[in-house]
């Protein structure tokens, strides 16, 4: 007889949460974020239906037709995925919104959307598969690329790179990490916590490009990667229903910070002084780690007190997809008192 096949709480399989089968090159680090986001949405027992994936132009933006293949997607133009995104979720608040991204759709042509997204906290985990090159059109350097490093094709990049996660908390973003394709176990986690988030939550993963950016002087390889990794902590997402349980042995070295939603972060200290709730000190880290070619990972900063564009515009329980044209419409006297205060 054969096992039944093993399902989660809402009767799927992990092969449910699956897409079609991947274009990338073999060994590239996108492929295996979309495994992670394969694994959490199954280990979460997210409906398929909730989740909407979104993305720009590049080879990260191909990745979410890797995973999730039952849920909603949309491809957008080159640099202009947050737009869509805003539009999408403040039609119906209740997605859950996955943006993938890459350096060149959100750190060069697509850095104005992307600063605004984060500056209206609107709520979506938007993941920038960070590898330094446009893979997509043969390995120019793009905006995250360090200064100095040299390519084949492209010769010396002689501009300073754009930290994406510095960014994002200059622009008032309440959760911003970064991780590095390579560590299966972070991402995930990471995305746990960033899916309970009520605002913007960005995650800057360095994702190498086998094919043009792989070289062990350059940061976004898999060796550098490998050898020059600092975590923050040891980061683990707990549910909400889950007990918290903390080690007797080291009590000082363990964080636990609560979500909106009641699941708790918890941190276990790895750099006994870092404060992730301290935005200066959260820049200050990120100035030293650029000073110094060093790869920090983990949740670099967390503000759970901003709320997000939905909250504040006031939106209706009931998605405003979901209302009918008679809610939706004004009626014809309120349409008549407003045309005459603008008389």
């Known amino acids: 007889m054969t096992s039944k096949r093993k399902t989660n709480l809402i009767g799927l399989r992990k092969t449910d949460y699956k897409g079609r089968p991947s274009t990338l090159c073999q060994g590239c680090g996108h492929n295996s974020i979309a495994n992670q986001i394969i694994q959490v949405a199954y280990e979460l027992s997210i409906a398929p239906h909730e989740i909407i994936r979104l993305s720009g132009i590049g080879c990260s933006s191909k990745s979410p037709a890797y995973f999730l293949g039952m ?27 996955l943006g993938v991204s890459g350096d060149g759709d959100t750190a060069s042509i697509g850095l104005g959307q992307f600063k605004h997204l984060v500056r209206r906290n609107v709520r979506m985990v938007y993941i920038v598969e960070n590898n330094g090159v446009y893979g997509l059109t043969k390995g120019q350097f793009s905006a995250t690329a360090d200064e100095g490093q040299e390519l084949k094709y ?23 990490a970064r991780s590095f394709s ?52 040891d980061f683990g997402w707990v549910p909400p229903a889950q007990e918290i349980v903390i080690d007797d042995h080291a009590p000082g070295d363990i964080r636990i ?26 820049l200050q880290r990120l100035l030293r780690a650029q000073e110094k070619l ?47 205060s603008l008389m």
């Open 71 to 97: 849920s909603h997607g949309f491809n957008s133009l080159h640099g202009r995925m947050p737009a869509i995104g805003t539009g999408a979720l403040m039609a119906n608040h209740h997605l859950r919104a």
């Open 154 to 176: 492209a010769g010396r990049n002689e501009l300073p790179p754009i930290d994406v996660c510095m960014e994002a908390i200059i622009d008032g973003c309440g959760f911003v």
């Open 182 to 233: 390579g560590d299966a176990k972070q991402v995930r986690e990471l995305l746990k916590a960033a899916l309970s988030h009520r605002g913007t939550a960005v995650l800057d993963i360095i994702s190498p490009c086998v094919a043009f950016n792989n070289m062990e002087t350059s940061t976004k390889s898999y060796s550098y990667g490998r050898k020059h990794e600092a975590p923050l902590h």
């Open 257 to 282: 910070v609560e979500l909106h939603d009641g699941s708790r972060i918890q941190l276990r200290k790895l750099e006994e002084a870092y404060d992730p709730t301290d935005k200066a000190e959260a």
């Open 294 to 340: 060093e790869l920090i990972t983990g949740l670099i900063y967390y503000d759970e007190s901003r709320p997000s564009l939905a909250e504040i515009s006031h939106l209706t329980d009931t998605p405003l997809a979901h209302l009918d044209d008679e809610q939706l419409r004004p009626s014809r006297d309120a349409l008549d008192q407003l045309m005459v």
